[in-house]
């Protein structure tokens, strides 16, 4: 197990095109989490998913961002139409719940770094 | 709600303890410590769940304080290896799947 891998590790987009990250969690977590994190400060949450439901998305995520968990394993977070303040570290983690859906320590994935110009 | 962490940052000689706050304004289930390196992920260092006991890593640990809702990180003896930003990731009793971070502890230890 090589642990939650994201891609691509780093991204220089112009304002205003999409961009799409994507994550593939450690085998068997059901637990998908997105955070944003800026220099300075802690991950901020975005969004989690369980298997491929998408439990809960923060009010700080715009309509222009998007996640997705196919058949519950890899992950996607889309951006459209990406403004400067978009630039950002964007961090994916996982982790296995218990049986009462509780949580396991969270591993997170190297990040993908944005940068909007 | 994000917990709040104090200090916002603290330098350290080798071999000196210093301890890092987490408290939340919700009832904690859990708390999670993590440390980050400039440019890394942060890396999972411990959990404490509600009920549970002391944790501890190599000299690092940590206790869980239910009546007051705080967590705190105790670095003992502290290496060079330490130096980085500790986060303490909260679950609280009425939101079980996020996990919410403070703003981070700067930790420089020094020779």
């Known amino acids: 197990d090589t642990g939650v891998s994201q891609d691509p590790r780093h991204k220089i987009t112009k304002r205003g095109q999409n961009v799409t990250f994507r994550c593939d969690p450690i085998?068997?977590?059901?637990?998908l989490y997105w955070y944003r994190q800026t220099l300075g400060q802690g991950p901020e949450f975005l969004t989690y998913?369980?298997?491929?439901?998408?439990?809960?998305k923060s009010r700080l995520l715009s309509d222009r961002f998007s996640a997705e968990r196919p058949k519950g394993s890899f992950s996607t977070l889309e951006i459209q139409r990406t403004e400067q303040g978009d630039s950002a570290m964007y961090l994916c983690?996982?982790?296995?719940?218990?049986?009462?859906?509780?949580?396991?320590?969270?591993?997170f994935g190297q990040g993908t770094r944005l940068t909007v110009v | 709600q994000q917990p709040v962490q104090s200090p916002q940052a603290v330098i350290l000689r080798e071999g000196e303890d210093a301890v890092i706050n987490c408290s939340s304004s919700?009832?904690?289930?859990?708390v999670h410590w993590y440390r980050q390196k400039h440019g890394e992920a942060p890396v999972f260092l411990m959990i404490?769940?509600?009920?549970?006991e002391q944790k501890g890593h190599e000299k690092i640990s940590a206790s869980f304080n239910e009546k007051k809702q705080q967590s705190s990180l105790y670095l003992t003896a502290s290496q060079l290896s330490y130096s980085g930003t500790y986060f303490c990731?909260?679950?609280?009793?009425?939101?079980?799947?996020?996990?919410?971070f403070g703003a981070g502890t700067q930790v420089v230890v020094t020779p």
């Open positions: 404490l769940l509600k009920g549970g």
């Open positions: 919700k009832a904690l289930y859990s």
């Open positions: 983690a996982s982790s296995l719940t218990d049986r009462a859906f509780l949580n396991t320590e969270a591993f």
């Open positions: 990731g909260t679950v609280t009793t009425d939101s079980w799947g996020k996990l919410q």
């Open positions: 085998s068997e977590h059901n637990r």
């Open positions: 998913f369980q298997n491929e439901a998408q439990l809960e």
